[in-house]
């Protein structure tokens, strides 16, 4: 979860180089361990930011296919680009009115999310057996994530080695029948770390690290 100092960084960034900010904060409200969610618009008002949300993940409705984005700071100098932005908008034909309908009950309404990612929670408890058996494998370690639903375990070169992170979750995926995604996927320039999604059971996600863990006792690539 990027800090407010981060926020602060990138945004300075893009003032210097006047740079239009794009801001993703569909896992605004999917926190753990006391993290908090500061807007990136927040920190820098004079930039012009477009802020993404929706309902796939906080609301658990990603089958809904209702999001939203909103526009903050000065416009004067993107009026062109904004006119584009909704001249595509009303292009788009077959809206999910019930949906949209949706959208006012679950911002107004409690936020069920809270009991979740609290102690006790479905996904706070998913994230910390995933992260408890992952970190258990010998020559794999992670930083526990203090928001969404991934981990992202990094293997030790020094245990594993692993030149090609595609064709190992390829072999892992015929082997063990677990899929992950290569670090790569993700523009991490090694190919020693992958990704774990933590949504499933915590039965599923133990038997899952488990075969992780098998997989990659002995692995090896020429």
């Keep these: 979860v990027y800090d407010e100092a981060m926020l602060r960084g990138l945004t300075d960034i893009a003032r210097r180089h006047n740079l239009l900010v794009c801001?993703?904060?569909?896992?605004?409200?999917?926190?753990?361990?006391?993290?908090?969610?500061?807007?990136?618009?927040?920190?820098?008002?004079?930039?012009?930011?477009?802020?993404?949300n929706g309902m796939s993940k906080a609301y658990r409705v990603a089958g809904y296919r209702v999001g939203w984005m909103s526009i903050s700071g000065p416009r004067a100098h993107a009026d062109s680009y904004i006119e584009g932005l909704t001249i595509l908008a009303n292009m788009r034909l077959?809206?999910?009115?019930?949906?949209?309908?949706?959208?006012?009950?679950a911002l107004s309404g409690r936020?069920?999310?809270n009991d979740l990612v609290l102690p006790g929670?479905?996904?706070?408890?998913?994230?910390?057996?995933?992260?408890?058996?992952?970190?258990?494998?010998?020559?794999?370690?992670?930083v526990k994530p203090k928001g969404a639903l991934y981990l992202f375990p990094r293997l030790d070169p020094k245990v594993f080695k692993i030149k090609?992170?595609?064709?190992m979750v390829l072999d892992l995926l015929r082997q063990e029948?677990?899929?992950?995604?290569?670090?790569?996927?993700?523009?991490?320039p090694e190919s020693d770390h992958f990704r774990v999604v933590t949504l499933p059971s915590v039965g599923d996600l133990t038997d899952a690290v488990t075969r992780i863990g098998n997989f990659l006792d002995g692995y090896s690539q020429p």
């Design 23 to 52: 801001s993703d904060e569909i896992y605004d409200k999917i926190l753990y361990d006391d993290a908090t969610h500061t807007p990136t618009a927040s920190v820098a008002p004079d930039l012009l930011t477009l802020t993404f």
């Design 94 to 105: 077959c809206a999910n009115m019930p949906g949209q309908h949706g959208v006012v009950a």
């Design 164 to 167: 090609d992170d595609r064709r």
């Design 121 to 142: 929670g479905r996904l706070k408890e998913q994230r910390d057996v995933a992260y408890e058996l992952l970190t258990q494998i010998p020559g794999v370690s992670c």
């Design 111 to 113: 936020q069920t999310i």
């Design 177 to 188: 029948k677990i899929m992950v995604v290569q670090g790569t996927g993700f523009n991490w």
